[in-house]
């Protein structure tokens, strides 16, 4: 993605957070490849508030050119799990509970993550069957983690195009 902390035209957002995912899975599709593809993005790529109008307004509508990503991962033909994170914090992993839920969640302050924690979400999403062409919600939950994350996983259902883009009503 487009560094933090600074304001971006979105011509660049597009540039990297569009048209990068797009010739990424034109040059997947070349070599043959066949693993899952996944993807980083943020919770508030498909729900409104203040805080993802600020950040698009900020990063040149980077929240809206992810969604867009998310889609032509979705419609690529691979398979694919798609995580939208909440607001990365630093910190250790396995401190706190996590959520993982196909809620659209708005961004906010309030749903917040470890970068370390989403870094685990991945590596247990890459083989988990259920994490196949599904997108999630990852942060934080309330106090100390009690699921391992093949039990969060788990719950995961595949994306259905007829909902809000590649979540499930939950």
């Avoid at 917040?112 to 083989?127: G, K, P, Q, T």
Wanted: positive net charge; proline residues 5%; aromatic residues 8%.
């Amino acid at each position: 993605g487009v560094r933090s902390g600074r304001p971006t035209r979105e011509s660049r957002i597009k540039v990297t957070e569009y048209n990068g995912v797009v010739h990424t899975l034109t040059a997947a599709h070349r070599v043959g490849f066949s693993g899952r593809f996944l993807y980083m993005t943020a919770s508030g790529a498909s729900t409104s508030s203040f805080a993802a109008f600020a950040l698009n307004l900020y990063k040149g509508n980077t929240l809206r050119w992810r969604a867009r990503a998310e889609g032509e991962i979705r419609g690529c033909g691979l398979d694919y799990t798609i995580v939208r994170a909440g607001v990365l914090v630093n910190g250790p992993a396995g401190q706190r509970s996590v959520v993982v839920t196909q809620k659209p969640l708005p961004l906010s302050f309030r749903h917040r993550i470890a970068r370390a924690d989403v870094a685990e979400a991945f590596l247990a999403a890459v083989h988990h069957p259920r994490a196949s062409r599904a997108t999630f919600e990852v942060v934080w939950g309330k106090g100390r983690r009690r699921e391992a994350w093949p039990a969060l996983l788990d719950r995961l259902e595949p994306d259905d195009g007829s909902m809000i883009p590649g979540m499930r009503a939950r």
